[in-house]
């Protein structure tokens, strides 16, 4: 009973689990391991959920497929509309529909007693939510980019250590085969040593141009929606295209900074360090209200001479993934299974019991609950996903700036440039601002 | 006195002009003078795109009229480092031909421009120079259709008529060869002015490669395929710019020969024709995947219009003057002396009474991060302002030390 004791360390709602276990061990025998099997209903991690769009509705649908392990039991989302949708997906699962809903995540984590919250926001919200959960300490399965700037990561960062939650990324790729293989293989030097890496993303988005003012939907909490970026009128532009505004997103760069450049740090051993030279180019739009670059090509130069260019897919002829070149070789991997080599024998290659065995996971999701459950590091923790979205992030400023810019990855800071170094951080629209940790 | 005075401009004028031409290093010569499209319209259109590079001298030689008589047409190709064909019509007589061939296997530079496409379907060499064509006859008998399907180059070799288009719309121009020095530098796509998207060109195709294609939709009664928009070819030592956009008719409007993405990538391919190489800098307003971009005028924006445009800004009108200044901040931002002149042409902005606070708002943001101490009284006055309140102190929060 040792792992239940340790889960227990983890859960604030199991005075009931433990009563009923204890009493009734045998009725409910696997779940306390997380082994499957339908848990009793006081066994269950109970979670919220913060934003409810889209990504946020397609997460609690992966909890929900966990076999009963989770019980949601309060929403939240500046959108009623997105609520309601959200219920009536919990509906459609089986499970009850009945969950507390809130408009303001501040009274949310005021009232609510949780385990875990999922959040899926827009990445300007990033920075004060996940630091709020953290500070709640709550655990929280967060989606990446975790930060709009560095500044914002940092404190997340700190938020969570401080606070010693569980933290799982919504990097869901290294729970796939062939990403996990991939980076297996290039760390224990199945294609020698890396010299360079080339990540390809997706180009980027077409322009709307500049649609007219329109009035709010009355479902829509516009200003709440806005946060701490700065007030603007609304054009009809909020869910999921926040992603082409720079005051939210920067783009399909940083939103698939949190899976390839990720991977690409898994494989290569960069996933606690970051790069120390970066230089490149951004297109931006001509015309309208989308602004993040439509293409972007920068390369990064690290202290133990890697260099990792990331570009769209359109500049590289692997086209989008991951490609890690060894003086051995090379390796390939991308969504859809890929997990290509230079020589199809380094795939057939036999990790060794003494060798580098990453973290394996095969359900992003349910790695979370069982990390929840045993205290145990995810495999997508936070200070991880913060390196991996420096790389975009410091992209970004190379290519707004039209500067190189010189990082120290040990202080976090950028040498000799205070132009950029302003670029670190965002200030926020009054009355939000981020805690001070 | 007065007398004096004028001959004294008239001879300054005459030695500008000679240095001007002077500075030019290459000759071009556009032939045209028949054609199924607006040959009028199209010449001059063509000279002023090429002359702008400030690297040719243009020429332009007309044929005689459809019909007439060719016997006399010998324009003296070795003169010229570059001939631009802009002409679909009758044959040229073989002494005229020769001479053509002659100065493309010896090495001479060719630009093909859109309708140049279509002509000669009987002479052999030009459907080898052209590397692609379409209509008057041409099929099977000419060589495959050739283009890209799925991101995989086809020759095909189906039964069938050459050249085709639907009606004309904005597309996609993607790069296929980004490295290509024609293309170096440019976004991998950008969205290109109104056009005919020629598709169905078949022909030798020998010696080609394809730079850029398009995507022809279905729903703009395309076939489906990538259609190749802008190729090379070698012919002999000759170099071949093949560019299959630029249509221009009898609108008053050519949204096609407007658009930046085709001016400069038919500067850079005519550079390239000639010498091999391109020296040209990318212009600041480049078109990408976002939306094209029109030069009504040929001419590219000027700082002074674009902070002009910013000034009078509102939220319904276009922002292309904004993203114009961002270009050109990233362009001087590794030198002070020149960012501290933007910079204070940006605060007489913010300074002005009449400039709007949409326009003004635009600026602080981008004074946000590259501004100096300079700006900093104009950004703080401007906090009490209650319109530009929050801008000004995002400003200058961002531009508070780290």
């Known amino acids: 009973m040792t792992t239940q004791t340790n889960r227990r360390a983890f859960l604030k709602n199991s005075a009931v689990a433990s009563v009923g276990s204890l009493i009734l061990p045998s009725i409910i025998p696997s779940t306390a391991l997380g082994m499957g099997g339908k848990p009793a209903p006081s066994n269950r991690i109970v979670m919220g959920a913060i934003g409810t769009g889209s990504q946020g509705r397609s997460n609690i649908g992966d909890f929900l497929e966990l076999n009963n392990q989770v019980q949601f039991v309060a929403l939240c989302d500046v959108d009623t509309g997105s609520l309601q949708k959200a219920k009536e997906k919990i509906a459609k699962s089986g499970a009850k529909d009945d969950q507390r809903t809130y408009g303001d995540f501040r009274e949310f984590l005021e009232k609510e007693k949780l385990d875990a919250v999922t959040i899926a926001l827009p990445d300007h919200w990033h920075g004060i939510i996940y630091t ?104 009809g532009v909020s869910h999921w295209n926040w992603r082409w505004i720079l005051d939210y997103s920067g783009g399909q760069l940083t ?16 996933e606690h360090t970051g790069p120390v030279e970066i230089s490149g180019v951004g297109v931006y739009p001509r015309e309208g209200i989308y602004n993040v670059p439509v293409e972007y090509d920068f390369n990064c130069k690290y202290a133990n001479g890697i260099e990792m260019r990331v570009c769209n897919e359109g500049r590289l002829e692997m086209g989008s993934g991951t490609t890690w070149y060894g003086d051995k070789g090379w390796i390939h991997v991308n969504r859809g299974e890929t997990l290509v080599a230079s020589d199809p024998k380094i795939l057939q290659e036999v990790i060794g019991e003494k060798e580098i065995h990453l973290i394996k996971s095969d359900n992003h999701w349910q790695n979370f609950i069982d990390c929840v459950r045993s205290g145990q590091k995810t495999i997508a923790p936070v200070e991880v996903a913060y390196r991996a979205i420096s790389v975009g992030l410091l992209g970004e400023i190379a290519m707004q700036t039209g500067q190189t810019i010189h990082w120290d990855p040990e202080k976090e800071e950028i040498i000799g440039n205070p132009m950029a170094a302003r670029l670190l951080n965002r200030p926020y629209r009054q009355p939000w601002h981020l805690a001070t940790l | 006195m007065k007398k004096i005075q004028i001959l004294f401009v008239l001879l300054a004028g005459f030695l500008l002009f000679q240095s001007c031409q002077e500075k030019r290093a290459y000759r071009a010569l556009i032939i045209t003078g028949q054609s199924n499209h607006n040959w009028m319209a199209s010449s001059p259109i063509l000279k002023t795109i090429l002359d702008q590079t400030g690297l040719f001298a243009t020429d332009i030689a007309r044929t005689p009229k459809e019909g007439g008589d060719m016997s006399k047409f010998q324009p003296d190709f070795q003169k010229y480092n570059v001939v631009v064909m802009a002409y679909n019509g009758d044959s040229w007589p073989e002494k005229t031909k020769t001479a053509f061939l002659d100065y493309v296997k010896n090495g001479g530079g060719v630009v093909i421009y859109h309708e140049a496409d279509n002509s ?224 204070k042409k940006m605060v007489q902005v913010l300074k002005d009474k009449n400039a709007t606070a949409e326009g003004k708002k635009l600026l602080l943001r981008e004074l946000a991060w590259m501004g100096s101490d300079y700006c900093l009284p104009v950004v703080q006055e401007l906090q009490k302002d209650a319109d530009l309140q929050e801008a000004a102190t995002f400003a200058i929060e961002r531009m508070k030390p780290q």
């Open chain 1, 132 to 235: 709020a959960a953290a500070e709640k300490k709550l655990h929280v399965y967060g989606e990446k980019p975790i930060c709009r700037t560095i500044h914002d990561g940092q404190t997340i960062v700190k938020a969570v250590q401080k606070n010693n939650i569980i933290w799982q990324t919504g990097s869901w790729q290294r729970s796939r085969s062939n990403f996990h293989r991939g980076a297996e293989l290039v760390i224990n030097g199945r294609i020698g040593k890396i010299q360079r890496i080339e990540v390809g993303l997706p180009n980027g988005n077409k322009g709307i141009g500049t649609p007219p003012v329109q009035e709010v939907p009355k479902e829509l909490n516009w200003d709440m929606w806005l946060g701490p970026a700065p007030k603007v009128a609304y054009r």
């Open chain 1, 255 to 270: 939103d698939w900074a949190g899976h390839h450049i990720d991977i690409a740090n898994w494989g290569a051993g960069l």
């Open chain 2, 120 to 343: 000669f379907p009987d002479w052999k060499e030009y459907n080898e120079i052209i590397g692609l064509g379409g209509w008057n006859h041409r099929s099977e008998k000419d060589g495959p259709y050739v283009y890209y399907k799925n991101n995989v180059l086809v020759r095909d070799t189906a039964k069938g008529s050459a050249g085709s288009h639907g009606p004309q719309h904005e597309f996609l121009v993607k790069a296929r060869k980004p490295d290509h020095p024609i293309l170096k530098g440019l976004p991998v796509a950008w969205m290109h002015g109104k056009d005919e998207l020629y598709s169905t060109l078949r022909g030798p195709a020998q010696n080609m490669e394809i730079l850029a294609t398009a995507y022809a939709d279905t729903a703009k009664r395309g076939t489906g395929r990538d259609e190749p928009m802008l190729m090379t070819i070698s012919y002999g030592k000759g170099r071949i710019f093949h560019t299959a956009m630029g249509h221009v008719g009898k609108d008053e409007t050519h949204p096609a020969t407007e658009c930046v993405g085709f001016i400069v990538t038919l500067q850079r391919g005519a550079e390239w024709a000639a010498t091999g190489n391109v020296t040209q800098q990318i212009p600041i307003d480049f078109p990408n995947v976002a939306c094209s971009v029109s030069r009504p005028d040929y001419k590219e924006v000027t700082l002074s219009e674009d902070l002009d445009k910013i000034s009078k800004y509102s939220i319904d009108k276009s922002t292309r003057y904004y993203t114009d200044l961002q270009a050109r901040i990233r362009k001087v931002t590794g030198d002070p002396a020149a960012l501290l002149e933007l910079e």
